[in-house]
C-alpha cells in the first residue's frame, strides 16, 4: 500500500514501515533526506552488494524499523516545515497554550529526528514546546 501523502511519483528511495498487518510504501527523495541527515547521507553512500535486488518500481529499498505513524509523522515534518504536523500527528494541532499533552505528542518526531540527527526538526520542535511551556 502506498502512503497517502508520502508516495512521491519522482522519488527515488523507498522506505516500506509496517502498519498492523500490512505494509506501506514510502517513496520518498534520496537527496532530501541526505542533504537533512548525516545518518541517511551515510546510509546511502555505503556500497551495496551486486547480490541484493532490493528495488521497487525502479528505487532502492530500504526497510525501516520504525513504526509507520511515527515514521510518517518525522517525514512529514522534514517535507512540510510550515505545518504544525511538525508537533502533532495524533490530531490536528491547534495547540492551546500550556497544553499538557504537546511533548508527548511531539516524542515521536523529536526521538527520529534524534535517531536520523536532523537539528532543524529538533530546533523547531524545541522552539514550540518553549513557545507554549516558557
Not at 6 to 25: H, Q
Not at 114 to 132: C, F, M, N, P, T
Request: hydrophobic share 40%; glycine share 2%; proline share 6%.
Amino acid at each position: 500500500k502506498h502512503h497517502e501523502s508520502l508516495y512521491f511519483p519522482d522519488g527515488d528511495i523507498t522506505l516500506p514501515v509496517t502498519n498492523g498487518e500490512e505494509t506501506v510504501l514510502l517513496r520518498l527523495h534520496r537527496f532530501m533526506l541526505s542533504h537533512y541527515s548525516p545518518v541517511f547521507k551515510d546510509m546511502f553512500s555505503l556500497p551495496t552488494s551486486h547480490q541484493i535486488d532490493d528495488t521497487y518500481d525502479g528505487t532502492l529499498v530500504i526497510v525501516m524499523q520504525d513504526t509507520c505513524a511515527d515514521l510518517a509523522a518525522f517525514m512529514d515534518a522534514l517535507y512540510n516545515p510550515e505545518r504544525a504536523a511538525v508537533i502533532s500527528y495524533v490530531r490536528s494541532l491547534h495547540l492551546v497554550h500550556h497544553d499538557p499533552n504537546v511533548y508527548s505528542e511531539a516524542r515521536p518526531i523529536l526521538t527520529l529526528a534524534r535517531k536520523y540527527r536532523i537539528d532543524s526538526v529538533i530546533a523547531r520542535i524545541v522552539r514550540h514546546i518553549g513557545d507554549h511551556w516558557p
